[in-house]
């Protein structure tokens, strides 16, 4: 069956560091999608790709970057991870076609020291 | 830009009665909607959509959302609720690129 993982599921990192979080889709979609997840916020948008080579920033991509260079793969990068950058990060994909539905991951929990 | 709302933060309801959690949106054009659900320490799952037609909605596990042009509404509905229902409720809508905005969520409980 097709699927959407993410790796690692948890993650603690210091201030500072360069962190990298993996997101792998086996359904070939062409859209994935990265946000994260905070109390009170709801579900916000980091970054966005609708293929490969493209990259679109999202309401709350300052200290995130990510690189699309296959189909299956969108990893996303805290270039210098801050406190403000604890959370629960879900990546997500969706077909190309007008109103297809995400689909996504289980998510990787991220705690900055 | 389209929005969705989710009024209500949390949904209290008695196990075998009715669940309703509310959204309204707000788009310039015809509105692509969609609920999701978020089990405690789990990714979102889709549950249903409308994009056109029938204006009610039938999705999994059992639940079903009518689409109200003249409200701008877009309530998930259960006839009668389980206690593995509780769960985090969130209510999106397409950008005309794809992307989904979505609502705050609603937390549910159903009480034994």
């Known amino acids: 069956d097709a699927e959407i993982t993410q790796s690692p599921r948890h993650k603690i990192t210091e201030t500072g560091r360069q962190v990298t979080l993996a997101c792998h889709q086996t359904?070939?979609?062409?859209?994935m999608f990265w946000y994260r997840q905070d109390l009170g916020h709801g579900l916000r948008l980091i970054h966005y790709s609708y293929g490969v080579q493209d990259t679109n920033k999202g309401e709350v991509s300052d200290g995130y970057s990510v690189s699309r260079s296959n189909t299956e793969d969108l990893p996303l990068t805290l270039e210098s991870a801050a406190s403000s950058q604890t959370s629960v990060y879900f990546c997500?994909?969706?077909?190309?076609?007008?109103?297809?539905?995400?689909?996504f991951g289980p998510g990787t929990r991220l705690t900055v020291t | 830009a389209q929005s969705v709302a989710q009024p209500e933060d949390q949904v209290n309801v008695a196990e075998g009665n009715p669940l309703t959690v509310k959204c309204t949106y707000s788009v310039s054009g015809n509105p692509y909607l969609f609920w999701y659900v978020q089990y405690p320490n789990r990714g979102l799952q889709f549950l249903l959509k409308?994009?056109?037609?029938?204006?009610l909605v039938k999705g999994s596990y059992g639940f079903e959302a009518e689409f109200n042009k003249s409200q701008t509404s877009f309530h998930l509905k259960k006839p009668s609720a389980l206690v593995s229902d509780s769960a985090l409720y969130f209510c999106?809508?397409?950008?005309?690129?794809?992307?989904?905005?979505f609502g705050k969520g609603n937390q549910v409980v159903v009480i034994p």
């Open positions: 409308y994009i056109t037609g029938d204006n």
């Open positions: 359904w070939n979609h062409n859209n």
């Open positions: 999106a809508v397409r950008e005309p690129d794809n992307r989904l905005a």
């Open positions: 997500a994909s969706s077909g190309g076609l007008a109103g297809s539905e995400q689909y």
